[in-house]
């Protein structure tokens, strides 16, 4: 009988004796009936009708209710392996609390899982913010001992009891609270991601649990009761290790990750055919079932090396070759689907595999075959089983061999190697297809039993794949359709603010604002706010993306919170805002503008122009005696726009600001950075004194007595003390140390030649103690040559110890020769400690020629802390020559720290020749700190003894002033002068420090002379103002007088008799205000004012007629009583 080929029935494996030498390979479909019952199915529950529609039928490949949730009285188990997201069967439906709250049982698999993760509400994660409060979810893992929920059983009013556990079955319970927003559809469909079977038993190590390993996989279905049940002794553990060893090979991928060769992930619905199953399941890996030897064995889709061969010996009959199948079952691409989690985990297309090469031999027609994946997830992997499919077909030739017995020991699925001549095979590789025993007549008529044998060739290209085959996968996009539920507004942002009203006030208010996606089913939002931590919220609709919470406490946290509105009434999550803190009105009003301040008599009168704000409240005036806003002082507040500032002195400048204040007493800014100045008008000689003393920088100093010559000399003689006790310990310590001595030498030269002589002597003395030395160097030089004579004598004194330096250096030159002689010595002393420095050097010269002598000397002193240094510098010169003489000296005294310099200088000049003669000196001081420099200077100098002056001038940073006093002549004769050049004169007497009787300066920006008595003969006045005049004889042409006070005054011809308008009085209050007056008894004008608010002012003037001597007149005299506010009142005697 023929032995069960590729395609041959799985019953004739299982079913007839038959099978014991039969070799079965299942390879994509199987041909004959499969005869293994399988058990009824067992009824878990009953689900409402009304909850969700039928299942649909099975479909032969990929299920489509693997994520839906069904209702159906009898199901079929099922059971998960590897990754998936499913749903299952409503296995128990109860609601209760008056339908408030409904419970569902979902059955996930008849499996133990190894989790159930995410659970999904249409496709929503559980976690959503739209779900908060309204669901709880119970996971079961379907273990043996599981326990009923506990939930559910406390929940059910006992139709859920202890007893109902679903030992051995995964399940979901679902609590849903009622919500038309939440559910907006209806029930809905319920899902979640799992890790399936986790009682998968590996051969390689025994061990039991979660894996994805396709060959795993296809065991356990083999070895479980709903799968096919075999024993544990029917299946060659030997294959499913090598097969699980392919498929835990790591796969490079395009974006250079790895990922497992072969995997099984999915769900298996036990009511379809098992050898469909075990075909689908057979997809995951590119592998074949085989079924021989009474074992299941799998290989996996990996290359065999050839274990086995056939030789031309080993063929006993000729040999049937089909090179081509038929054009129906010829393809040249492959396409089909796969379940991609990125795709919300339903079946998609994955990158078709085709050959060009295989079209062109087809007559360029593409021709597809679909091969669907239904447990393979990756789409790489998707690909590189559709590869293998494709080359597989590319290897047609199928062969019939007629063999010897030796042929028994192939299998099939093996690989095996056939060598013929005439065919030209050299070992090439076959996959054995199918096998049968067969009997034939032998040459002497006896009956040989042989093997027939069906080859297909295979090569390893086959299963070869690189990374950069791989396509990226694209998932299919999701639908553009919007869906139920709008979207949540993107961001909300609340601003404090308050709202003012029309009579000015303000309600503080809370101003919300989002952001949305556009949505044109989307026509209003809800807005919620409460304080925080209040259990309440408050609420209010907006049709535009800003809405204004007012009223609101000012100081207290707020939560708002929005959200959309469909035009269905379908609300979107909230969006939650950032808490904030309620204020009331913070926006200050605007400044004041037009301030101005004109003086007067011991006051100044204000005046601005008021902001636009319709909150404010009172303007703030405040005063300063310098320009600078800092140093100024508040000194009135005023519903108004002016105001009069009293009690000031004459000639008396202050600086003003005004700024607005509102109602919630927000400040507004000032009305300009630099203050306002107002002068009050000048009423005496000492109002210009005491300004210009006040302002004078020189008036103190020259007040001082200058110190004593006596207190200078005791300070030199002190000094002098202290020296001369500082040089008797050193002279002590040097004796003390004088044994230390160590080394002295001397070296003398002596060198004559034709043209000079030379003699050299240097005396050197050491002296070193540890690491402390002292050195003496004395060197002598003379040198006589034929056209001069140089002699030299240098001294060094160097003592060191530690950081510390001392030296001492002394260098002696003489020289003459037959046009000039010259000598000059230099002393030099140092001293260093650290990065501290004292140097003195010491340079005199003198030479003589036939035509001048010049003598000159030098001396410099340097001290030198860190950065530190002072210094002392001394230049003398004097030359005389056949027609001249010149004498100069130069005195510099310096000091400089950390950026700030200090300097005196003192230069003397005298010069005479035949022409003229000259006499100057110039002392300049100097001192820089921070980039501004100061700088005074003296010259005094005399020319020809015709001139002479003496000027002294002041400079701070370019800004020049001082005096000079000159005499020199001119063509009408000697003339002197003194210029001074100051912003400020003030001439006052020796010793009497309040007496200035004649001063000049600038008020205002004005020029102006003040004295305290003048005669004055003659005079052409343009404009004056006289307060007290005595004029003996005048005569006024024509004058036009603006003010006057004329206590007594009698004009011929005309006669104003006993006027005097100057006797008034004034006076202010809150509430009130009154003024004392002493009248001669006649008739008094009452004027009076009272200011109510910035809108509201009242006035009244009255005439009334008190008693002579002092009356005390109120507002109410004036007729304002009963009022509030600032009152101002003015009484003035009307004396006619």
């Not at 005048?1034 to 003010?1043: K, L, N, P, S, T």
């Amino acid at each position: 009988m023929p032995v069960v080929a590729a395609g041959a029935a799985v019953a004739a494996a299982v079913g007839t004796a038959s099978a014991a030498v039969a070799g079965t390979l299942i390879a994509g479909s199987i041909l004959t009936t499969f005869a293994v019952n399988f058990g009824a199915s067992m009824v878990l529950g009953l689900a409402s009708q009304a909850l969700s529609p039928k299942a649909k039928a099975p479909t032969a490949t990929l299920r489509e209710d693997r994520t839906l949730m069904i209702r159906q009285p009898v199901v079929a188990r099922r059971l998960i392996v590897g990754r998936a997201r499913v749903s299952g069967p409503l296995v128990f439906v109860h609601s209760s609390n008056g339908n408030e709250y409904l419970h569902l049982v979902i059955a996930l698999a008849s499996n133990r899982l190894r989790s159930i993760g995410t659970v999904y509400f249409d496709d929503v994660p559980e976690t959503d913010a739209r779900f908060v409060g309204l669901v709880r979810v119970n996971r079961h893992l379907g273990t043996a001992d599981q326990a009923a929920d506990a939930d559910l059983t406390a929940e059910s009013d006992g139709k859920w009891t202890a007893e109902h556990r679903l030992r051995g079955i995964a399940y979901l319970y679902v609590r849903l609270k009622w919500s038309d927003q939440a559910w907006p559809g209806g029930l809905p469909s319920i899902s979640c991601d799992v890790e399936g079977a986790d009682e998968l038993t590996d051969p390689r190590t025994g061990a039991t649990g979660y894996s994805r390993n396709a060959a795993l996989a296809i065991r356990w279905y083999l070895r479980h009761p709903l799968g096919l049940g075999v024993g544990a002794d029917e299946i060659d553990d030997s294959f499913f290790a090598a097969a699980a060893n392919v498929s835990d090979e790591g796969v490079l991928r395009a974006d250079g990750s790895a990922e497992p060769r072969y995997t099984v992930d999915g769900l298996i619905d036990t009511a379809r055919p098992p050898q469909q199953i075990l075909q689908e399941l057979l997809t995951a890996c590119g592998g074949r079932l085989v079924y021989a030897g009474g074992k299941w064995r799998l290989l996996a889709g990996a290359w065999q090396t050839p274990g086995r061969s056939l030789a031309e010996g080993d063929i006993t009959g000729p040999i049937r070759i089909a090179t081509r199948v038929s054009r129906r079952e010829a393809f040249n691409g492959v396409k089909g689907v796969y379940v991609s989690p990125d795709n919300h985990w339903q079946p998609s297309d994955y990158p078709a595999v085709a050959s060009d090469a295989a079209m062109a031999e087809m007559g360029g027609e593409r021709v597809w075959r679909d091969h669907p994946l239904p447990y393979t997830i990756s789409g790489s992997a998707a690909q590189r089983l559709a590869k293998i499919e494709l080359l597989r077909a590319r290897q047609p030739l199928t062969v019939a061999v007629p063999a010897t017995l030796a042929a028994m020991r192939c299998q099939a699925g093996d690989v095996i190697r056939v060598s013929n001549t005439r065919m030209g095979w050299a070992a090439k590789p076959f996959e054995v297809v199918e096998w049968t025993l067969a009997a034939r007549a032998g040459a002497d008529g006896v009956p040989v039993i042989g093997v027939d044998l069906v080859l297909r060739e295979t090569d390893a290209s086959v299963f070869d794949w690189l990374a950069d085959e791989e396509w990226t996968v694209d998932p299919a996009p999701n639908s553009s359709l919007p869906g139920l539920v709008p979207t949540a507004p993107l961001s909300v942002t609340v601003t404090p603010s308050a709202t003012i009203q029309p009579d000015g006030t303000s309600v503080p208010a809370l101003e919300v604002a989002w952001t949305v996606a556009a949505d044109a089913f989307v026509g209003e939002w809800e807005v919620q706010w409460r304080p925080a931590g209040a259990a309440a919220w408050s609420s209010a609709r907006a049709s535009d993306r800003r809405h204004v919470i007012a009223p609101v406490d000012p100081g207290v946290n707020y939560q708002v919170r929005v959200r959309a509105v469909s035009s269905l009434g379908m609300r979107s999550a909230w969006a939650y805002a950032s808490p904030a803190d309620a204020a009331g009105d913070s926006e200050p009003p605007g400044p004041p503008t037009g301030l101005a301040a004109i003086g007067g008599i011991r006051c100044i009168a204000l005046t601005w122009r008021l902001p636009a704000d319709r909150d404010l409240d009172l303007i703030e005036v405040w005063e300063s005696a310098t320009p600078r806003l800092e140093d100024a002082a508040p000194i009135a507040k005023v519903r108004g726009t002016d105001f009069v500032r009293h009690g000031l002195g004459g000639l008396v400048t202050r600086y003003y600001w005004v700024r607005a204040i509102d109602r919630s007493g927000n400040a507004g800014d000032f009305n300009a950075a630099i203050g306002t100045a107002g002068t009050t008008a000048q009423l005496s000689h000492q109002d210009m004194v005491d300004r210009m003393i006040a302002e004078s920088h020189l008036v103190p100093l020259l007040a001082e007595k200058i110190q004593g010559v006596e207190t200078v000399a005791e300070v030199v003689a002190q000094a002098t003390a202290r020296i001369q006790a500082g040089y008797d310990r050193i002279r002590a310590e040097v004796g003390r140390r004088e044994a230390d001595v160590a080394e002295v030498t001397t070296r003398i030269t002596q060198e004559v030649t034709d043209r000079q002589a030379l003699a050299e002597q240097v005396t050197e003395v050491v002296a070193q103690y540890d690491a402390s030395f002292a050195r003496v160097t004395e060197s002598l030089t003379a040198l006589s040559a034929a056209d001069g004579a140089t002699a030299t004598r240098i001294d060094g004194i160097v003592t060191s110890y530690d950081t510390s330096l001392a030296g001492i250096q002394e260098t002696l030159t003489a020289h003459g020769d037959a046009l000039t002689a010259q000598a000059s010595r230099t002393d030099t002393i140092v001293a260093a400690y650290d990065r501290t420095l004292a140097a003195y050097e010491q340079r005199i010269t003198a030479s003589a020629s036939g035509l001048e002598a010049l003598t000159g000397q030098v001396e410099t002193l340097t001290s030198t802390v860190g950065d530190n240094t002072s210094a002392i510098a001394s230049e003398k010169e004097e030359r005389v020559s056949a027609v001249g003489a010149l004498a100069k000296s130069l005195d510099t005294v310096a000091v400089k720290v950390a950026g700030v310099t200090a300097s005196l200088s003192e230069e003397i000049t005298t010069r005479a020749t035949k022409d003229d003669a000259l006499s100057q000196r110039v002392t300049t001081l100097n001192t820089t700190v921070d980039g501004n420099s100061a700088s005074i200077q003296a010259q005094a100098g005399t020319l020809n003894g015709l001139s002479a002056q003496y000027v002294v001038k002041v400079d701070v940073n370019g800004w020049v002033s001082g005096f000079g006093l000159a005499s020199f002549p001119t063509t009408e004769g000697i003339v002197s002068e003194f210029v001074v050049k100051a912003d400020r004169f003030i001439v006052g007497q020796p010793g009497k420090s309040a007496d200035y009787p004649f001063v000049i300066g600038t008020v205002g920006g004005v020029a102006r002379i003040s004295m305290s008595s003048a005669f004055i003969q003659d005079a052409s006045i343009v404009s004056a103002k006289i307060a007290h005049a005595a004029i003996k004889n005048a005569h006024i042409g024509f004058a036009e007088i603006e003010d006057a006070h004329i206590k007594n005054l009698t004009i011929k011809g005309r006669s104003i008799e006993d006027l005097a308008a100057g006797n008034m009085a004034w006076g202010s209050g809150s509430g009130g205000a009154s003024c004392a007056i002493t009248t001669t008894g006649k008739p008094v004008a009452l004027i009076c004012s009272v200011q109510q608010d910035a809108f509201n002012v009242f006035a009244s003037v009255r005439v009334v007629q008190p008693p002579a001597g002092t009356s005390i007149l109120t507002n109410a005299h004036a007729g304002l009583a009963g009022r509030s506010g600032t009152f101002f009142i003015v009484a003035i005697e009307l004396r006619k």
